[in-house]
């Protein structure tokens, strides 16, 4: 049955007080622009920045901001999860909060999964603006996957997806599993997965909270979804 919701947004966050209330307004202005219904929800993973303040402002004057909040930090997989397990919309798109993710994108990856009928699609930033330590990671991981999913993605990383609402609910993530969703959309049957080159922004505000470590868990939390 579908919902009355078009769009779901579900943001994880980790001390990103400063991009909020510009993401929140980028966000508001594309939904309305393009006359879409929304929920956007802000999962906080035990921020220590004040962040969670800013959630409950936003959502405070915009019905549409929901949040949740974890006292401790568990990680993107367990912030996604229980945004997935939250959300109401049709088409379920997630994205990073600092702001180098563009909600201008979104109506383009909306359109894929409704009226081209992918489960998945996914987002190629194909020129980046992310340090070495981030990127040389990205590419290791990205060749791996392709080799041991057979699911040709450019970038499986990318925080940027969209997601028919049925195939969010048909998959758990733990570990560093938000890396490897589309293997695990896939080996839950939704086998319809593409990619859309979508622009990537310089960071803004801060550093980049993900770096070399994704060295040391990847190639284990890889070979286990694959087997």
């Not at 798109?93 to 994108?105: G, V, Y």
């Amino acid at each position: 049955m579908e919902s009355n919701i078009d769009i779901s947004i579900v943001v994880p966050l980790y001390n990103e007080v400063e991009s909020l209330p510009e993401l929140h307004a980028w966000i508001q202005r594309v939904m309305k622009e393009n006359n879409f219904s929304y929920e956007v929800l802000f999962v906080d993973d035990g921020s220590k920045d004040g962040s969670w303040k800013v959630v409950e402002a936003l959502r405070s004057e915009d019905a549409n901001v929901k949040g949740i909040k974890f006292q401790r930090n568990y990680g993107k997989s367990a912030a996604l999860q229980v945004g997935f397990e939250a959300v109401k919309g049709n088409v379920v798109i997630t994205m990073d909060a600092d702001l180098q993710d563009s909600p201008d994108e979104i109506p383009g990856l909306y359109k894929m999964i409704v009226e081209e009928d992918f489960d998945v699609v996914s987002g190629w930033k194909k020129k980046r603006y992310d340090p070495l330590t981030k990127t040389i990671p990205t590419k290791l991981y990205n060749w791996a996957a392709r080799r041991l999913t057979g699911i040709y993605l450019h970038d499986f990383n990318c925080g940027l997806k969209a997601y028919k609402n049925e195939v969010v609910k048909s998959i758990e993530l733990y570990g560093d599993m938000h890396r490897y969703i589309p293997p695990l959309a896939k080996y839950a049957g939704f086998t319809k997965i593409g990619e859309k080159v979508v622009q990537h922004q310089s960071r803004k505000y801060g550093t980049t909270k993900f770096g070399m470590s994704r060295f040391l868990n990847g190639p284990l939390d890889l070979l286990s979804v694959v087997f």
